[in-house]
């Protein structure tokens, strides 16, 4: 015999496993778990012990009902000698009175209580001999009903139970009679057995009597449940006596038509399709048709707009309306209080084109050297400057006079109070001029124009007059309304008097704020800082900014860390026209974004959550939209090509100058993608990005770490580093040029007359030619005309003259030409050799 299992043990002298191991524990048989083996000499010892203690159980249990107990109910004098036999299994019998449903146990129980008034008297004599006898009885039969407990009994004791029904009465006495004693606590094991042999006959009983009544009741449950979710399904009840029968009828589908008041309901500037369906009632499919019969194509999980969401819910007879976030009720516009306002500074943007020495003028202003750190010499960025003279405070703002760098002018102008249009002298009037004056007109923002490089031997202020007249700007000199100035940086001529016209023009314009209020102002130009995070200069505007105050920009909200001045020094707080750095923002916030400042730090979470959602809602409606009219259009993208760019640079405003340019490179053939474009270093991520979607990562002014750069040479993705804004256009150019697909004129070299066909084995046939104009050349394109028509093109395979080969054959003179795959020469016909000369598309 193998080896056995403690819970496979358990199983076969019905205990449980917790039981079993307490016992061994008592025995001092080492196991560790359920899942243990014994051997069979242990398991023989387990059932000799074990079988021990249940025969003395079962003796006890049998004497109990039918001697003990009701002995010591009617016979109290003559049981007390029997005490000490009977004693030590008292508080056995108390804890197993409940233990009535027991199958030998039953009958014996029931021939001794039948009995009950006539009998008792002749027991007294007896009682001695019949406990004997019962206890030599009980060892064999006992055996017999513990250890193979099959499902026969059980069955015979519901049986003797239904039967047993009508004297409930003495059930009932009986129960009350074993439940007085029933006070000293019995040992745990013998407890535990007890209570679980005690549940396992109950159970079926109870099944049995309320069987019916709770199936009835749990399907009703779950039927009803049911009703609740499905309109598919209707619950007709129909009850029968006492009996409840549930039947479900199918149903058809009934078309409920929601109130008026459900008819109208509230959405944002944008929803996805799938959810107004949801909302109206209707599936996705219904309103996929009715778009498409109003001309307009979108899937279920694309976003649409607010007005076309509202036409389609008029044709279902529903009624939208524009639910938004009241942005006006946190962000609250001021009234000023006369009495509270004070002067300010005023803020002068430079303008004027590329290399007129914008920088180099305010170098002198300030007395710095600005440009010398700028890249090829040029200025890149939008700065702002604050500068204290002899007269007052000014803060200047230079922007950069490359073309690409329209939209940081334009922001320019929009800030400023004053413009100072700076224009060579020896140069004149250029296209980033006649803008930069555009972008003042529109701002309707005063000009001062300073002439400079006067100093040079070519320069020519009256032309620079003459040609800003007809730009429509007209010198006071010549009865017009503008300041001219002639200055120059390098040799510090006319500076002072220019810093005099700035603050005479700034007091005719009466520029005053409001320095207790809350901040407002405008971001001039942000970066992501390595070290600090983002960073964002902004132009305060009215009102004071102070460091750990709440504010928003943009998209992004935060509380202001730290402030610093344009050379970096710490400053606690910032006033009206006071350019000031940033730091705490929660992201970049784009070149151009309103700063407010809040109260609450709440407030500016709120915002900038409605925002970033409402940004991102305009985002996706913007990719997924697509009428009827542009699907021809997209199907025929396939044949157009994409150059995909990641782009990152070291601000905000070199990203979007950066931007604008290239995408502007693109053309019927090649589409240019600005895939992804941050502040910041060259990461990981954007490597990946960029082998994904197989882009070019341009770097301006920023460096990769190692690590990423050699991450990129696996996943071979191109980084290009450059920090000057023209290379970049250039190289991006050649990219454009390259991907382009050429052009080919036809140029035609000669012709020759086929005057004889040679047939030669293993080789076809050769036609023998006389070249009657050009030259025939070999390796070129051939065509066989014949009557006219075009009867085959192909290519020159071999070119003879006499028995020699020819590289070429000229006018005048006889040869023997093979045509590559081609045989069917005919005397007469005519053979035109030519080739196509590539020509290489060009972007202006």
């Given at each position: 015999?193998?080896?056995?299992?403690?819970?496979?043990?358990?199983?076969?002298?019905?205990?449980?496993?917790?039981?079993?191991?307490?016992?061994?524990?008592?025995?001092?048989?080492?196991?560790?778990?359920?899942?243990?083996?014994?051997?069979?000499?242990?398991?023989t010892?387990?059932?000799?012990?074990?079988?021990?203690?249940?025969?003395e159980?079962?003796?006890?249990?049998?004497?109990?009902?039918?001697?003990?107990?009701?002995?010591?109910?009617?016979?109290?004098?003559?049981?007390?000698?029997?005490?000490?036999?009977?004693?030590?299994e008292?508080?056995?019998?108390?804890?197993?009175?409940?233990?009535?449903?027991?199958?030998?146990?039953?009958?014996?129980?029931?021939?001794?209580?039948?009995?009950?008034?006539?009998?008792?008297?002749?027991?007294?004599?007896?009682?001695?001999?019949?406990?004997?006898?019962?206890?030599?009885?009980?060892?064999?039969?006992?055996?017999?009903?513990?250890?193979?407990?099959?499902?026969?009994?059980?069955?015979?004791?519901?049986?003797?139970?239904?039967?047993?029904?009508?004297?409930?009465?003495?059930?009932?006495?009986?129960?009350?009679?074993?439940?007085?004693?029933?006070?000293?606590?019995?040992?745990?094991?013998?407890?535990?057995?007890?209570?679980?042999?005690?549940?396992?006959?109950?159970?079926?009983?109870?099944?049995?009597?309320?069987?019916?009544?709770?199936?009835?009741?749990?399907?009703?449950?779950?039927?009803?449940?049911?009703?609740?979710?499905?309109?598919?399904?209707?619950?007709?009840?129909?009850?029968?006596?006492?009996?409840?029968?549930?039947?479900?009828?199918?149903?058809?589908?009934?078309?409920?038509?929601?109130?008026?008041i459900?008819?109208?309901?509230?959405?944002?500037?944008?929803?996805?399709?799938?959810?107004?369906a949801?909302?109206?009632?209707?599936?996705?499919?219904?309103?996929?048709?009715?778009?498409?019969?109003l001309?307009?194509?979108?899937?279920?999980?694309?976003?649409?707009?607010?007005?076309?969401?509202?036409?389609?819910?008029?044709?279902?007879?529903?009624?939208?309306?524009?639910?938004?976030?009241?942005?006006?009720?946190?962000?609250?516009?001021?009234?000023?209080?006369?009495?509270?306002?004070?002067?300010?500074?005023?803020?002068?943007?430079?303008?004027?084109?590329?290399?007129?020495?914008?920088?180099?003028?305010?170098?002198?202003?300030?007395?710095?050297r600005?440009t010398d750190?700028?890249?090829?010499?040029?200025?890149?960025h939008?700065?702002?400057?604050?500068?204290?003279?002899?007269?007052?405070?000014?803060?200047?703002?230079d922007?950069?006079?490359?073309?690409?760098?329209?939209a940081?002018?334009?922001?320019?102008?929009?800030?400023?109070d004053?413009?100072?249009?700076?224009?060579?002298?020896?140069?004149?009037?250029?296209?980033?001029?006649?803008?930069?004056?555009?972008?003042s007109?529109?701002?309707?923002?005063?000009?001062?124009?300073?002439?400079?490089?006067?100093?040079?031997?070519?320069?020519?202020?009256?032309?620079?007059?003459?040609?800003?007249?007809?730009?429509?700007?007209?010198?006071e000199?010549?009865?017009?309304?503008?300041?001219f100035?002639?200055?120059?940086?390098?040799e510090?001529?006319?500076?002072?008097?220019?810093?005099?016209?700035?603050?005479?023009?700034?007091?005719?314009l009466?520029?005053?704020?409001?320095?207790?209020?809350?901040?407002?102002?405008?971001?001039?130009?942000?970066?992501?800082?390595?070290?600090?995070?983002?960073?964002a200069?902004?132009?305060?505007?009215?009102?004071?900014?102070?460091?750990?105050?709440?504010?928003?920009?943009?998209?992004?909200?935060?509380?202001?860390?730290?402030?610093?001045?344009e050379?970096?020094?710490?400053?606690?707080?910032?006033?009206?026209?006071?350019?000031?750095?940033?730091?705490?923002?929660?992201?970049?916030?784009?070149?151009?974004d309103?700063?407010?400042?809040?109260?609450?730090?709440?407030?500016?979470?709120?915002?900038?959550?409605?925002?970033?959602?409402?940004?991102?809602?305009?985002?996706?409606?913007?990719?997924?939209?697509?009428?009827?009219?542009?699907?021809?259009?997209?199907?025929?993208?396939?044949?157009?090509?994409?150059?995909?760019?990641?782009?990152?640079?070291?601000?905000?405003?070199?990203?979007?100058?950066?931007?604008?340019?290239?995408?502007?490179?693109?053309?019927?053939?090649?589409?240019?993608?600005?895939?992804?474009?941050?502040?910041?270093?060259?990461?990981?991520?954007?490597?990946?990005?960029?082998?994904?979607?197989?882009?070019?990562?341009?770097?301006?002014?920023?460096?990769?770490?190692?690590?990423v750069?050699?991450?990129?040479?696996e996943e071979?993705?191109?980084?290009?580093?450059?920090?000057?804004?023209?290379?970049?256009?250039?190289?991006?150019?050649?990219?454009i040029?390259?991907?382009?697909?050429?052009?080919?004129?036809?140029?035609?070299?000669?012709?020759?007359?086929?005057?004889?066909?040679?047939?030669?084995?293993?080789?076809?046939?050769?036609?023998?030619?006389?070249?009657?104009?050009?030259?025939?050349?070999?390796?070129?394109?051939a065509?066989?005309?014949?009557?006219?028509?075009?009867?085959?093109?192909?290519?020159?395979?071999?070119?003879?003259?006499?028995?020699?080969?020819?590289?070429?054959?000229?006018?005048?003179?006889?040869?023997?030409?093979?045509?590559?795959?081609?045989?069917?020469?005919?005397?007469?016909?005519i053979?035109?050799?030519?080739?196509?000369?590539?020509?290489?598309?060009?972007?202006?």
């Amino acid at each position: 015999m193998s080896n056995i299992r403690i819970y496979e043990l358990a199983r076969e002298l019905n205990m449980p496993n917790m039981a079993l191991l307490e016992k061994l524990k008592e025995m001092d048989i080492l196991v560790s778990s359920h899942m243990s083996a014994v051997d069979p000499e242990t398991v023989t010892r387990i059932k000799d012990d074990l079988m021990g203690t249940k025969q003395e159980e079962l003796e006890v249990t049998r004497i109990k009902p039918t001697v003990i107990r009701r002995r010591r109910r009617t016979l109290k004098k003559e049981v007390a000698p029997e005490k000490p036999d009977a004693e030590p299994e008292a508080p056995i019998e108390k804890e197993v009175a409940p233990l009535e449903p027991e199958n030998p146990v039953k009958k014996s129980d029931e021939e001794a209580i039948e009995p009950k008034a006539e009998e008792l008297p002749d027991l007294k004599i007896i009682k001695p001999e019949k406990v004997k006898k019962a206890k030599k009885k009980k060892g064999p039969s006992a055996k017999i009903i513990k250890l193979p407990v099959s499902p026969k009994p059980k069955v015979s004791e519901v049986e003797e139970v239904q039967a047993k029904k009508p004297p409930k009465k003495h059930e009932q006495a009986a129960v009350s009679i074993k439940k007085k004693p029933v006070v000293p606590s019995p040992p745990p094991e013998q407890v535990e057995a007890k209570k679980k042999t005690k549940k396992r006959p109950e159970e079926p009983i109870k099944d049995k009597k309320f069987f019916k009544k709770k199936i009835s009741f749990r399907r009703k449950e779950v039927v009803e449940g049911a009703a609740l979710y499905s309109e598919r399904q209707r619950i007709r009840k129909t009850r029968k006596g006492a009996k409840g029968k549930i039947a479900i009828s199918p149903q058809k589908p009934q078309i409920t038509v929601p109130k008026a008041i459900k008819r109208k309901f509230k959405i944002d500037e944008t929803i996805v399709l799938s959810d107004l369906a949801r909302r109206m009632g209707i599936k996705a499919g219904e309103l996929i048709k009715q778009l498409m019969s109003l001309g307009a194509i979108a899937t279920v999980n694309q976003t649409i707009d607010f007005d076309t969401a509202a036409l389609v819910a008029a044709e279902f007879d529903y009624e939208l309306e524009k639910a938004s976030f009241e942005e006006e009720s946190i962000i609250k516009i001021e009234e000023d209080d006369p009495s509270k306002l004070m002067l300010r500074p005023p803020v002068v943007t430079i303008m004027g084109h590329v290399d007129h020495g914008k920088t180099s003028l305010l170098d002198v202003i300030r007395k710095t050297r600005v440009t010398d750190s700028e890249a090829g010499g040029i200025t890149q960025h939008i700065a702002a400057y604050f500068v204290s003279t002899e007269k007052g405070h000014i803060v200047f703002l230079d922007t950069p006079g490359h073309e690409a760098f329209t939209a940081m002018r334009a922001r320019g102008a929009k800030v400023t109070d004053l413009v100072v249009l700076v224009v060579a002298a020896d140069d004149g009037v250029m296209p980033q001029t006649i803008e930069a004056i555009n972008h003042s007109k529109a701002a309707e923002v005063p000009i001062i124009v300073a002439i400079n490089k006067i100093d040079k031997q070519n320069a020519d202020p009256e032309r620079v007059r003459r040609e800003l007249s007809e730009a429509g700007i007209l010198s006071e000199d010549w009865g017009g309304d503008t300041i001219f100035l002639e200055v120059s940086a390098k040799e510090n001529q006319g500076i002072d008097n220019l810093l005099e016209m700035i603050l005479l023009q700034a007091e005719l314009l009466e520029l005053k704020a409001n320095p207790e209020k809350l901040a407002r102002g405008h971001v001039i130009e942000a970066k992501l800082d390595s070290g600090r995070g983002p960073v964002a200069t902004v132009l305060i505007k009215d009102g004071t900014i102070h460091t750990g105050e709440s504010v928003v920009c943009g998209i992004h909200h935060g509380k202001v860390r730290a402030l610093l001045n344009e050379r970096s020094i710490r400053v606690e707080k910032a006033g009206p026209s006071i350019p000031v750095r940033i730091l705490g923002l929660s992201g970049v916030p784009l070149a151009g974004d309103e700063l407010i400042a809040l109260p609450f730090d709440k407030s500016a979470k709120q915002v900038s959550i409605f925002r970033s959602q409402k940004q991102r809602s305009k985002n996706l409606s913007k990719t997924s939209r697509l009428s009827l009219e542009k699907l021809h259009e997209k199907m025929q993208e396939g044949e157009i090509k994409d150059l995909n760019l990641i782009i990152k640079a070291d601000v905000q405003g070199s990203i979007e100058a950066l931007s604008d340019s290239l995408t502007k490179l693109g053309n019927e053939e090649v589409k240019i993608n600005v895939i992804h474009s941050a502040t910041g270093t060259i990461v990981e991520s954007d490597v990946f990005l960029a082998a994904g979607s197989n882009a070019i990562i341009v770097g301006f002014n920023v460096r990769p770490g190692l690590k990423v750069v050699d991450l990129a040479n696996e996943e071979n993705v191109d980084i290009r580093f450059y920090d000057v804004i023209y290379n970049v256009i250039k190289e991006i150019k050649d990219a454009i040029v390259g991907m382009m697909s050429s052009t080919f004129k036809e140029q035609n070299l000669g012709r020759a007359e086929i005057r004889e066909v040679f047939r030669i084995p293993k080789v076809g046939a050769i036609a023998g030619c006389y070249v009657t104009d050009g030259k025939i050349e070999r390796g070129q394109r051939a065509r066989i005309v014949r009557d006219g028509v075009v009867g085959y093109d192909g290519k020159i395979a071999s070119l003879r003259r006499y028995k020699d080969d020819a590289k070429e054959v000229q006018t005048g003179y006889e040869c023997g030409i093979g045509i590559e795959n081609y045989h069917d020469f005919k005397i007469g016909d005519i053979i035109e050799c030519y080739y196509l000369e590539e020509i290489k598309p060009k972007i202006d």
